[in-house]
Structures are given as structure tokens and as C-alpha cells.
């Protein structure tokens, strides 16, 4: 057995709590300690030394026709200094504050900036409690409101959110800091025809008036508020797992997720319980930017990782171990980013490699490290030659644009390479002990590197070059070099055809998604409009299921100017919002003339269907002349 060192009892000690309507626990908040810059967060206008919210009582109305969120936030407060609380809004419009009396509180917004405005209440000494009423604005970043028309039943309407990094703010006043944690509730009203789900407690049938109620009772920082409505069904995978979706995708999802409560046993099994209750998945409509987001109790998921096949849900694994770094214990500011996504990358790899064996996980590494290896090359030669360090310096940026795969392939290379310096077992404990032990609490790379030099590396008595891996640019040398023999096998056969083998005789067979896209990423260069024939006539790339191969095969016919691909390439683009797959597409076209036509005219009737993230980036990039092209993951 894979997973034997646990005793099977510790594994639902403290389960079954968060994601099921219960009372809230009360209020565990964390302020961050102090203003120095390295906990100062730059991305919101709260102060926490002075007051920080520790519970949050949502109470709003989803009008699905005028695409408006509206009602009343009431927040308990936990003051340290000073007589007022500074809110993180963006766009909304806030009616009027009060206390939990009713009675007016005084309130001004601040100016805009690219944080939004700083809402700043002034409080009574003996306010404890206050509530905001407000709408949101016409433009909410985080809300994408979907036409029937965007949807896969096409019947109705679908809104949802996304408030990683920063775009809480435009639907709630909120203190929008990953640092700042608190519980929350809430009560949301949508049209009695569609369905809404949070990433708290969840309701699996419909309420026969558009009322749900929702908890969570672990305390989390706000981009983890999430919401989505539509209409939507719940299909059981087993007692803690489940799946949201059209009607049309939910049974498709239910099968391809079939193991998803395998990989919280897994999970469980190397880095201690789940703390959350439910695990359910909720496949949204195909304009998420995101292949997934870690919303707690409840994963906001693209439906592109439904290939019929299961051969894309390393990212469910991915999206889950999330619960543990990320959720649980959480990077204190956006430049602590690599916190959450490098060891989410790396523990990616270990459900994966237990699930489904060390090839599968190794070419999943291999996969990252050739991303890796193009990020870095692109940084190097940006406009932020600094941003391929671990620890970022994101101050007045928008903190999107730097987030890449940095830090979640070089992030993941460093903790393998922290287990290979002590062993997995070592390695193992280490990081249990750390997810227990900062449980709720947030985390900054300091404080991270004063407790791995002495829980780790002094014990162990190893040299590491830690420094250069957190503070220096580029790939140290010492970053372990993934391997895959099974890649391997791919390349000789990319050779072969090369050298005049026919493609449909290459020994292909029983290649998976992984090996396609490999094959796919080493194709020679400069190949003709025959030889594309060729590969697509053997493989049906443009018909591919598999949106990673499409989205790939979709590259190399704009690298080669492949006319029988576009107008399933402009399909894509014009449905799929995931910004992973517009970036290397839309960069692609602008390297010639005509594809930057072809960008254009593509872009003009697909942006209305993009969320504000995937707009912004792709904005930038069509925007780009000089030689900084953007980078995004
Ligand atoms: N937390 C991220 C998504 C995110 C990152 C949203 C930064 C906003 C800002 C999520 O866990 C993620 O990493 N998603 C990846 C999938 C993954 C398998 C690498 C994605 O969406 O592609
Ligand atoms: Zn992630």
C-alpha cells in the first residue's frame, strides 16, 4: 500500500465540519504581524494593525437580467487601534454603513487606483459590528455573466465569480488580503429557476424559491469567496466527493472525476486530514480563465479538462492539494505566491505519481519543466527580468502580471529538490508537521525559510543553496532534471518521421494526452502544408477531443501556416476563455502579419466572451509592439 503510515482513524479525525451547515466556530483571525515591508501587503488598502474583519454575513440578491449582485455585508470586526476599519472595494457603489443598531456609521471612499478605493468606516468604541449595503458596478472583474447563449445547455443564464488574485473586492467590500482571514455566511437569492453554490456548505438539490444559505466555518482569506449560479445539478462520486454541472456535462464530469475521493484519500494520507468536509468539483462554462481555482469545499473547474478519456484530471489532483497549501496554510502576500502554487505543484506530482504511477507523474514534471523553461526564457528578455525569482516584488503592479510559472514549476523543482536532499520520508514529515502546525494561519517566505532551516535543513545538516533558489533569477543549477522514459520513446519517433517513417507508422498507439503533447511541442521546425496534412490525416488533431493536444496542434498551425485548422481554431477562441490557452495562441499569430490580422479579427467577436482576466491579458498583448511581450501562466 502507498499510503500505510497513517493511522486510517487520523484521516476523518477532524473532517466533516467546514462544508456542512453548522454553526461558525467563532473567529480565529490572524492579522498580520506589524507593517515592515516584507508582511505589508501592497495590494490592499486594509490596515490590519488597526482593525480587521473576523466573520462576514453575506446577504444579497443575484439579478440575473440587470447583472447586479446587491444587498448588505455585515462583518464582525476585531479592532486594535485607532477608530475606524479601511474595506477593499473596487467598482461597487455602497449605499449606506451602519452599525448592527441600524444607526448610520460615517464612511468616505478613497480615491481609485489600480487597488480600487479604500472604503474607510469610522467606528464607535463600542461598535463591534458593521454592515455595508452597496451594488456592485457594471464592470465587477470578478463577475463574468454569461448569456444563455455561453453556456453548454445554451437555456439559461450563468454568472460566476473569481476573486484570485485581487477581484473579491469588486463584488463584496472586503478586506481583500490573503493575509486577513475570517469565517463567513451567507444567504443569496438568485431566480427560482437556476441554482447557486459558494465555496462553503452546499446545498445538492434546487430550493423551490431561489434561496440558499451557506457556511464556512474555517476562517480564509477573501479572494477564497466564491460564488456561482446557473442552472446547475449535483451527481454524488461517493460519500464526500461530488460534481456540479449542466445538465448536459454533469454525468460527463461524474465520470471523468470518478476518482476524485481516491485522491482526497491519498492527499490525506501524506500530508494529514481534510479539513474542509466536502470535496466537490464544479464544472463551469468554458469562458473560465482558469483551468481550475481552489475555492474551498468546492473547486471551480474549465470544462476542458473533460477529454472523455480522464487523461486531464492531474489538475482536479492539483486544484484539491490546494486545501492544504494554499487554503490551510496560505501565502501571507502575493509575493509570497510560489508558497501556494509551488507546493501545490509538487504535491500535484505526488497524488498523481501515487494514483497513477511515477511515468505518469514524470512526464507530468517534464511537461512543467518545459513550460518552465519558456517562462523563463521570455522573462529573461521581458520588461521584469525579476519576476523568475521565487520571491516576487510585485509592489505597484497589478499582482496577475506576475504571477507565472515560476513560481509554480520552479517552485515545485525546489521542493524536489528539498526531497531529494533528506529523502521522502524526512521530506514527508517536514511538510505534515508544517501544515499542522500553520494550519489557518498565513505564511511568508521568511518566516517559511526560518522554519525550514530549522526543521530541515540544520537537522539534516544539509548545504543548499537556498538564496539563489528564493532570491536569484533564473533555474539553479542544482534543480533536479525530471526524466521520462516514455518521452523519450515520443522523441525517437518524432525522429523517425523526421527521417521519412510515415506518420500513421509511427508507433503511437498507446500514447496518452501526455505523450501527444509532447510529441506535439517537438515537432521540427518550418514544416509544410504536406507534412501537417500528413499528421492531421493520421492523427485528427484538428478533431481532437483533448483540448491540451488541440490547443497545441492549434500552435504549430499558426507556426506553419496550416489553413485547415483555423476555423476550429477560431471555434476555440471564440468559446474557451482559459487564459493558458489564448496566451501561446494570440502570441503566436502576432509573429506575422497575417496572423496579427487574423488575432484581431478573432479577438474582436471572441473578447465579449472572455472573463476580465483573460481581456486584461490579452489587451496587453495585442497591445504589445516592442520586445516585452507579456508573461502570463
Ligand atoms: N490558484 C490557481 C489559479 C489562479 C492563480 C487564479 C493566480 C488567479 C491568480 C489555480 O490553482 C491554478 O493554478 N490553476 C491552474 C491549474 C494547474 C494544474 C496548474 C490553471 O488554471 O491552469
Ligand atoms: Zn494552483
Same mark, same amino acid.
Given at each position: 500500500?502507498?499510503?500505510?503510515?497513517? /493511522?486510517?482513524?487520523?484521516?476523518?479525525?477532524?473532517?466533516?465540519?467546514?462544508? =456542512?451547515?453548522?454553526?461558525?466556530?467563532?473567529?480565529?483571525?490572524?492579522?498580520?504581524?506589524?507593517?515592515?515591508?516584507?508582511?505589508?501587503?501592497?495590494?490592499?488598502?486594509?490596515?490590519?494593525?488597526?482593525?480587521?474583519?473576523?466573520?462576514l454575513d453575506l446577504d444579497v440578491?443575484?439579478?440575473?437580467?440587470?447583472?447586479?449582485?446587491?444587498?448588505?455585508?455585515?462583518?464582525?470586526?476585531?479592532?486594535?487601534?485607532?477608530?475606524?476599519?479601511?474595506?477593499?472595494?473596487?467598482?461597487?457603489?455602497?449605499?449606506?454603513?451602519?452599525?448592527?443598531?441600524?444607526?448610520?456609521?460615517?464612511?468616505?471612499?478613497?480615491?481609485?487606483?489600480?487597488?480600487?478605493?479604500?472604503?474607510?468606516?469610522?467606528?464607535?468604541?463600542?461598535?463591534?459590528?458593521?454592515?455595508?449595503?452597496?451594488?456592485?458596478?457594471?464592470?465587477?472583474?470578478?463577475?463574468?455573466?454569461?448569456?444563455?447563449?455561453?453556456?453548454?445547455?445554451?437555456?439559461?443564464?450563468?454568472?460566476?465569480?473569481?476573486?484570485?488574485?485581487?477581484?473579491?473586492?469588486?463584488?463584496?467590500?472586503?478586506?481583500?488580503?490573503?493575509?486577513?482571514?475570517?469565517?463567513y455566511a451567507a444567504k443569496v437569492?438568485?431566480?427560482?429557476?437556476?441554482?447557486?453554490?459558494m465555496?462553503a456548505?452546499?446545498?445538492?438539490? $434546487?430550493?423551490?424559491?431561489?434561496?440558499y444559505t451557506f457556511e464556512?466555518?474555517?476562517?480564509?482569506?477573501?479572494?477564497?469567496i466564491?460564488l456561482?449560479?446557473?442552472?446547475?445539478?449535483?451527481?454524488?462520486?461517493?460519500?464526500?466527493?461530488?460534481?456540479?454541472?449542466?445538465?448536459?456535462?454533469?454525468?460527463?464530469?461524474?465520470?471523468?472525476?470518478?476518482?476524485?475521493?481516491?485522491?482526497?484519500?491519498? +492527499?490525506?494520507?501524506?500530508?494529514? /486530514?481534510?479539513?474542509?468536509?466536502?470535496?466537490?468539483?464544479?464544472?463551469?462554462?468554458?469562458?473560465?480563465?482558469?483551468?481550475?481555482?481552489?475555492?474551498?469545499?468546492?473547486?471551480?473547474?474549465?470544462?476542458?479538462?473533460?477529454?472523455?478519456?480522464?487523461?486531464?484530471?492531474?489538475?482536479?489532483?492539483?486544484?484539491?492539494?490546494?486545501?492544504?497549501?494554499?487554503?490551510?496554510?496560505?501565502?501571507?502576500?502575493?509575493?509570497?505566491?510560489?508558497?501556494?502554487?509551488?507546493?501545490?505543484?509538487?504535491?500535484?506530482?505526488?497524488?498523481?505519481?501515487?494514483?497513477?504511477?511515477?511515468?505518469? +507523474?514524470?512526464?507530468?514534471?517534464?511537461?512543467?519543466?518545459?513550460?518552465?523553461?519558456?517562462?523563463?526564457? =521570455?522573462?529573461?528578455?521581458?520588461?521584469?527580468?525579476?519576476?523568475?525569482?521565487?520571491?516576487?516584488?510585485?509592489?505597484?503592479?497589478?499582482?496577475?502580471?506576475?504571477?507565472?510559472?515560476?513560481?509554480?514549476? #520552479?517552485? +515545485?523543482?525546489?521542493?524536489?529538490?528539498?526531497?531529494?536532499?533528506?529523502?521522502?520520508?524526512?521530506?514527508?514529515?517536514?511538510?505534515?508537521?508544517?501544515?499542522?502546525?500553520?494550519?489557518?494561519?498565513?505564511?511568508?517566505?521568511?518566516?517559511?525559510?526560518?522554519?525550514?532551516?530549522?526543521?530541515?535543513?540544520?537537522?539534516?545538516?544539509?548545504?543548499?543553496?537556498?538564496?539563489?533558489?528564493?532570491?536569484?533569477?533564473?533555474? /539553479?543549477?542544482?534543480?533536479?532534471?525530471?526524466?521520462?522514459?516514455?518521452?523519450?520513446?515520443?522523441?525517437?519517433?518524432? =525522429?523517425?518521421?523526421? #527521417?521519412?517513417?510515415?506518420?500513421?507508422?509511427?508507433?503511437?498507439?498507446?500514447?496518452?494526452?501526455?505523450?501527444?503533447?509532447?510529441?506535439?511541442?517537438?515537432?521540427?521546425?518550418?514544416?509544410?502544408?504536406?507534412?501537417?496534412?500528413?499528421?492531421?490525416?493520421?492523427?485528427?488533431?484538428?478533431?481532437?477531443?483533448?483540448?491540451?493536444?488541440?490547443?497545441?496542434?492549434?500552435?504549430?498551425?499558426? $507556426?506553419?501556416?496550416?489553413?485547415?485548422?483555423?476555423?476550429?481554431?477560431?471555434?476555440?477562441?471564440?468559446?474557451?476563455?482559459?487564459?493558458?490557452?489564448?496566451?501561446?495562441?494570440?502570441?503566436?499569430?502576432?509573429?506575422?502579419?497575417?496572423?496579427?490580422?487574423?488575432?484581431?479579427?478573432?479577438?474582436?467577436?471572441? $473578447? /465579449?466572451?472572455?472573463?476580465?482576466?483573460?481581456?486584461?491579458?490579452?489587451?496587453?498583448?495585442?497591445?504589445?509592439?516592442?520586445?516585452?511581450?507579456?508573461?502570463?501562466?
Amino acid at each position: 500500500m502507498l499510503y500505510t503510515r497513517i /493511522p486510517f482513524v487520523a484521516l476523518f479525525a477532524t473532517a466533516l465540519v467546514a462544508c =456542512q451547515s453548522e454553526a461558525p466556530s467563532g473567529t480565529t483571525s490572524q492579522p498580520i504581524a506589524g507593517t515592515d515591508e516584507v508582511t505589508m501587503d501592497h495590494h490592499s488598502n486594509a490596515r490590519p494593525v488597526e482593525a480587521v474583519i473576523t466573520h462576514l454575513d453575506l446577504d444579497v440578491q443575484v439579478d440575473m437580467e440587470n447583472q447586479k449582485i446587491f444587498g448588505k455585508a455585515g462583518y464582525a470586526i476585531d479592532v486594535h487601534q485607532g477608530t475606524g476599519i479601511i474595506l477593499d472595494t473596487d467598482g461597487l457603489v455602497i449605499e449606506k454603513v451602519t452599525d448592527k443598531s441600524g444607526s448610520a456609521l460615517a464612511y468616505n471612499l478613497g480615491d481609485s487606483t489600480m487597488l480600487g478605493r479604500a472604503l474607510r468606516i469610522d467606528l464607535r468604541p463600542e461598535t463591534k459590528y458593521i454592515i455595508v449595503h452597496y451594488a456592485t458596478g457594471r464592470k465587477a472583474k470578478a463577475l463574468q455573466w454569461l448569456s444563455p447563449q455561453q453556456t453548454a445547455d445554451k437555456k439559461y443564464p450563468f454568472l460566476f465569480t473569481q476573486g484570485e488574485a485581487i477581484l473579491s473586492r469588486s463584488w463584496i467590500p472586503i478586506q481583500d488580503s490573503p493575509g486577513i482571514r475570517f469565517t463567513y455566511a451567507a444567504k443569496v437569492k438568485v431566480p427560482h429557476e437556476l441554482m447557486a453554490v459558494m465555496s462553503a456548505s452546499n446545498a445538492q438539490e $434546487r430550493s423551490l424559491d431561489g434561496v440558499y444559505t451557506f457556511e464556512l466555518d474555517k476562517p480564509v482569506p477573501a479572494y477564497l469567496i466564491a460564488l456561482a449560479v446557473g442552472d446547475i445539478e449535483f451527481r454524488a462520486i461517493d460519500e464526500r466527493t461530488g460534481v456540479y454541472g449542466e445538465h448536459s456535462v454533469v454525468d460527463r464530469a461524474a465520470w471523468e472525476f470518478a476518482d476524485m475521493g481516491k485522491m482526497v484519500k491519498v +492527499a490525506e494520507s501524506l500530508y494529514g /486530514p481534510y479539513r474542509w468536509g466536502r470535496y466537490d468539483v464544479i464544472v463551469l462554462p468554458p469562458s473560465f480563465p482558469f483551468g481550475g481555482m481552489e475555492n474551498p469545499c468546492l473547486t471551480f473547474a474549465t470544462p476542458t479538462i473533460i477529454a472523455g478519456d480522464r487523461s486531464l484530471t492531474a489538475l482536479i489532483a492539483h486544484e484539491l492539494a490546494h486545501s492544504w497549501s494554499g487554503n490551510l496554510v496560505t501565502n501571507a502576500t502575493w509575493n509570497d505566491f510560489w508558497l501556494n502554487e509551488g507546493f501545490t505543484v509538487y504535491f500535484e506530482g505526488r497524488i498523481s505519481e501515487a494514483l497513477y504511477g511515477a511515468d505518469y +507523474a514524470g512526464m507530468l514534471a517534464q511537461l512543467g519543466r518545459q513550460d518552465l523553461v519558456a517562462t523563463l526564457d =521570455q522573462i529573461a528578455h521581458g520588461a521584469h527580468p525579476e519576476d523568475s525569482k521565487l520571491r516576487l516584488d510585485l509592489k505597484g503592479r497589478n499582482p496577475d502580471d506576475g504571477m507565472t510559472d515560476v513560481a509554480y514549476e #520552479k517552485g +515545485a523543482s525546489f521542493m524536489r529538490l528539498l526531497e531529494e536532499k533528506v529523502g521522502r520520508p524526512k521530506f514527508d514529515a517536514f511538510l505534515r508537521d508544517y501544515f499542522d502546525r500553520f494550519a489557518f494561519q498565513s505564511m511568508t517566505t521568511d518566516k517559511f525559510l526560518a522554519h525550514l532551516e530549522e526543521h530541515l535543513i540544520n537537522p539534516n545538516h544539509i548545504e543548499l543553496n537556498v538564496e539563489e533558489w528564493v532570491d536569484g533569477v533564473g533555474l /539553479p543549477d542544482n534543480a533536479p532534471v525530471p526524466l521520462s522514459d516514455r518521452f523519450a520513446k515520443v522523441d525517437q519517433e518524432v =525522429q523517425r518521421w523526421s #527521417k521519412g517513417t510515415a506518420a500513421k507508422e509511427l508507433a503511437a498507439k498507446e500514447w496518452s494526452a501526455f505523450e501527444w503533447m509532447h510529441f506535439l511541442r517537438h515537432l521540427p521546425e518550418g514544416l509544410s502544408d504536406a507534412q501537417m496534412h500528413e499528421l492531421d490525416a493520421a492523427f485528427g488533431f484538428t478533431k481532437s477531443a483533448n483540448s491540451e493536444i488541440l490547443a497545441a496542434w492549434f500552435e504549430q498551425s499558426i $507556426r506553419n501556416d496550416y489553413d485547415p485548422a483555423f476555423a476550429e481554431m477560431d471555434v476555440f477562441l471564440n468559446t474557451v476563455g482559459r487564459r493558458k490557452f489564448l496566451v501561446p495562441l494570440y502570441k503566436e499569430m502576432l509573429r506575422t502579419e497575417k496572423g496579427r490580422l487574423m488575432a484581431q479579427t478573432i479577438y474582436n467577436s471572441a $473578447r /465579449p466572451n472572455y472573463h476580465s482576466v483573460s481581456v486584461h491579458t490579452i489587451d496587453d498583448i495585442l497591445a504589445w509592439k516592442d520586445d516585452h511581450p507579456p508573461v502570463n501562466f
